[in-house]
């Protein structure tokens, strides 16, 4: 039979066509298959939940700006603050080096001037203000409270962090090169004036500790929250002394719920966001707390979340027991909004180094930390900071 001109070449295309239609059904069942079951990872069992891109990208007018930042993969707290997940935790470990050194080998103690009389040329005879202060620039600055009595009653730091995040040893110099010409403004309690002054005697052989200045605020918003409330508020602090960099902490003296706690964070996140829109050259980070408790050896070196669920806290005036979570719930909400910080986490291992700690030690601080001791870690945390690509 003779075919006509059009069919013969409709024909000719109907093998095309057949492999058209088969490849298609092949996309759509593949497509099909991909969401018919959750992603997962090679090594781990556990389904994770998708996202939703529009979730994480929405923004709502009336949250606060550093709230319309997508969220964090890492730690995740439910809505009420009451249970956080970190599933990386704080990443590495306290090694046993009996011969370690110190980045701050020196502590001048700052109640007895009498002490400094007795070192002249290692602690000057300047006192400091306890409200404000900056690295001295010839001697080390000095430490709060009874931290040097520990030294007294033989104590000897033997365990050092190492991490793969952090550089093995700290170089005062580079650390110093990195700050260039900015200063540094670290805002908190009394647990803040210690990390400040174990960094600007770090800093001391690279001649930039003049650069780092502390100030005391207890609540960082100027309202008592349950104990003490000395010191400005933060953003006065920063409004006096237009520094580069900005560190700030708070907990201790947030005796409220956790709530309050949570709004005191909210407040001073988006005093972050509104000071940096006026000031495009400010820099803002947080530090995690400082741990509280008392115990006669080192706990869980590998973990410091073990740690902090290990210890007996036997004093609640500050708050001790919620530390570690009220860290998690800053994080999530840091992570969020991009904000850096010095996750100074792995602390929670040494309670075995808080002054009362110590034997032949006064009983009562089991907060404030020995030095030389733990705290040495914070210049390595700093050179770390300052290698943030947004900070350079």
Request: hydrophobic fraction near 35%.
């Given at each position: 039979?003779?075919?006509?001109?059009?069919?013969?070449?409709?024909?000719?295309?109907?093998?095309?066509?057949?492999?058209?239609?088969?490849?298609?059904?092949?996309?759509?069942?593949?497509?099909?298959?991909?969401?018919?079951?959750?992603?997962?990872?090679?090594?781990?069992?556990?389904?994770?939940?998708?996202?939703?891109?529009?979730?994480?990208?929405?923004?709502?007018?009336?949250?606060?700006?550093?709230?319309?930042?997508?969220?964090?993969?890492?730690?995740?707290?439910?809505?009420?603050?009451?249970?956080?997940?970190?599933?990386?935790?704080?990443?590495?470990?306290?090694?046993?080096?009996?011969?370690?050194?110190?980045?701050?080998?020196?502590?001048?103690?700052?109640?007895?001037?009498?002490?400094?009389?007795?070192?002249?040329?290692?602690?000057?005879?300047?006192?400091?203000?306890?409200?404000?202060?900056?690295?001295?620039?010839?001697?080390?600055?000095?430490?709060?409270?009874?931290?040097?009595?520990?030294?007294?009653?033989?104590?000897?730091?033997?365990?050092?962090?190492?991490?793969?995040?952090?550089?093995?040893?700290?170089?005062?110099?580079?650390?110093?090169?990195?700050?260039?010409?900015?200063?540094?403004?670290?805002?908190?309690?009394?647990?803040?004036?210690?990390?400040?002054?174990?960094?600007?005697?770090?800093?001391?052989?690279?001649?930039?500790?003049?650069?780092?200045?502390?100030?005391?605020?207890?609540?960082?918003?100027?309202?008592?929250?349950?104990?003490?409330?000395?010191?400005?508020?933060?953003?006065?602090?920063?409004?006096?002394?237009?520094?580069?960099?900005?560190?700030?902490?708070?907990?201790?003296?947030?005796?409220?719920?956790?709530?309050?706690?949570?709004?005191?964070?909210?407040?001073?996140?988006?005093?972050?966001?509104?000071?940096?829109?006026?000031?495009?050259?400010?820099?803002?980070?947080?530090?995690?707390?400082?741990?509280?408790?008392?115990?006669?050896?080192?706990?869980s070196p590998k973990d410091a979340a073990a740690a902090a669920r290990t210890i007996e806290y036997?004093?609640?005036?500050?708050?001790?027991?919620?530390?570690?979570?009220?860290?998690?719930?800053?994080?999530?909400?840091?992570?969020?909004?991009?904000?850096?910080?010095?996750?100074?986490?792995?602390?929670?291992?040494?309670s075995d180094a808080h002054i009362s700690s110590v034997k032949g030690s006064q009983p009562g601080?089991?907060?404030?930390?020995?030095?030389?001791?733990?705290?040495?870690?914070?210049?390595?945390?700093?050179?770390?900071?300052?290698?943030?690509?947004?900070?350079?």
């Amino acid at each position: 039979m003779q075919l006509s001109k059009n069919q013969g070449h409709l024909r000719h295309r109907r093998p095309l066509l057949a492999i058209a239609i088969l490849l298609a059904c092949a996309i759509l069942l593949a497509e099909n298959n991909n969401t018919a079951e959750p992603a997962y990872d090679a090594h781990d069992d556990t389904p994770k939940t998708l996202i939703d891109p529009k979730s994480v990208t929405s923004k709502d007018p009336s949250e606060p700006a550093w709230r319309q930042v997508a969220p964090s993969q890492q730690i995740s707290c439910n809505v009420d603050g009451t249970s956080c997940l970190d599933p990386v935790g704080v990443v590495g470990e306290w090694v046993h080096v009996p011969d370690r050194t110190f980045a701050a080998p020196v502590c001048c103690r700052w109640v007895s001037a009498e002490f400094r009389k007795k070192k002249p040329k290692v602690c000057g005879t300047e006192q400091a203000n306890a409200q404000f202060y900056s690295g001295f620039p010839l001697y080390p600055q000095q430490m709060f409270g009874n931290a040097c009595k520990c030294e007294e009653n033989n104590f000897t730091d033997e365990y050092e962090w190492r991490s793969p995040h952090l550089p093995k040893t700290f170089n005062p110099v580079d650390t110093c090169r990195l700050l260039g010409d900015r200063t540094a403004l670290f805002v908190g309690d009394s647990t803040m004036s210690q990390t400040a002054s174990t960094l600007m005697n770090s800093l001391l052989p690279g001649h930039c500790q003049t650069q780092v200045s502390f100030a005391l605020s207890d609540t960082l918003v100027g309202k008592p929250f349950g104990v003490f409330n000395r010191g400005k508020a933060w953003k006065d602090w920063v409004n006096e002394v237009m520094p580069d960099i900005t560190v700030v902490a708070v907990g201790a003296h947030v005796k409220t719920d956790d709530a309050s706690y949570l709004g005191l964070v909210d407040e001073v996140l988006s005093g972050m966001i509104e000071m940096q829109s006026r000031h495009p050259r400010m820099k803002f980070a947080w530090k995690t707390q400082q741990p509280g408790g008392c115990t006669n050896e080192i706990l869980s070196p590998k973990d410091a979340a073990a740690a902090a669920r290990t210890i007996e806290y036997t004093r609640d005036k500050f708050n001790w027991d919620k530390f570690y979570h009220r860290d998690l719930l800053l994080l999530e909400r840091l992570n969020r909004a991009k904000i850096p910080y010095l996750d100074m986490r792995m602390l929670y291992s040494r309670s075995d180094a808080h002054i009362s700690s110590v034997k032949g030690s006064q009983p009562g601080d089991c907060l404030h930390l020995c030095s030389p001791g733990p705290l040495d870690v914070i210049g390595r945390l700093f050179h770390h900071l300052l290698l943030n690509e947004k900070w350079s």
